[in-house]
C-alpha cells in the first residue's frame, strides 16, 4: 500500500515558475508509472505528465507540452513537476497518481492518489 504526499503548490503569477513534489512511501516501485493530474473548478481531473519509476520514460499532457518537465530521484522515492511560463489557465488542484503499469492517461488506472495541492496563477 503505497501513500502519496504532494508539495509544492502556491499563488504565484502568469509566467513565473513553480516546483511540485510528490513523495511516495513505500518501496518496490521499479514496475511502477507516476502521474500527475490536475483539476481545475468545474472541469474534468486532466492529465498533466507521467514518468516511469524504472526506465524515466516521460509524457506530457498537450496543455503543457513544452512548459512542463517530470523528472524522477528514485533514491527519495520522489517525482517532481517543473512548471514554466505559467497560465491563469494553469490555476488547479495537481493530484499524484501511482500505478503499477507503464504510462497510461486515465485517471481511473491509477489506484493509489495523493490529496493534491492547489496551484493559482494570477494574471
Known amino acids: 500500500q503505497a501513500q502519496l504526499k504532494e508539495s509544492g503548490g502556491g499563488l504565484v503569477q502568469a509566467g513565473d515558475s513553480l516546483k511540485l513534489a510528490c513523495t511516495a512511501s513505500g518501496s518496490g516501485f521499479n514496475n511502477y508509472a507516476m502521474a500527475w493530474f490536475r483539476q481545475a473548478p468545474g472541469k474534468e481531473r486532466e492529465f498533466v505528465a507521467a514518468i516511469t519509476w524504472s526506465v524515466g520514460g516521460t509524457s506530457y499532457g498537450d496543455s503543457v507540452k513544452g512548459r512542463c518537465t517530470i523528472s524522477r530521484d528514485n533514491a527519495r522515492n520522489t517525482v517532481n513537476l517543473q512548471l514554466d511560463s505559467l497560465k491563469p489557465e494553469d490555476t488547479a488542484v495537481y493530484y499524484c497518481?501511482?500505478?503499477?503499469?507503464?504510462?497510461?492517461?486515465?485517471?481511473?488506472?491509477?489506484?493509489?492518489w495523493g490529496q493534491g495541492t492547489q496551484v493559482t496563477v494570477s494574471s
Open positions: 497518481a501511482l500505478a503499477s503499469i507503464s504510462i497510461d492517461y486515465f485517471s481511473r488506472k491509477y489506484p493509489y
